[in-house]
């Protein structure tokens, strides 16, 4: 006979709300270059170095949420 058990853990929340702030925690580091593009503002970056930036500052900033 099988018993099922429950497994919980806990992850991230997972919404979007935070990404203006965390966009501009990594523009105050100096490692965007902005220019116009067309009617607008491009941005320039280092994708692996934003990616990095991102996860240290997701873990820094977000909580966790039990699933």
């Given at each position: ?30 490692a ?36």
């Amino acid at each position: 006979m099988r018993v099922r058990e429950v497994n919980r853990w806990q992850d991230v929340r997972l919404d979007a709300d935070d990404f203006a702030a965390l966009g501009g925690d990594l523009e105050a580091t100096g490692a965007v270059r902005t220019a116009p593009v067309g009617t607008g503002t491009g941005r320039l970056m280092r994708q692996r170095a934003a990616v990095d930036f991102a996860v240290r500052w997701l873990a820094r900033n977000r909580t966790t949420e039990d699933v």
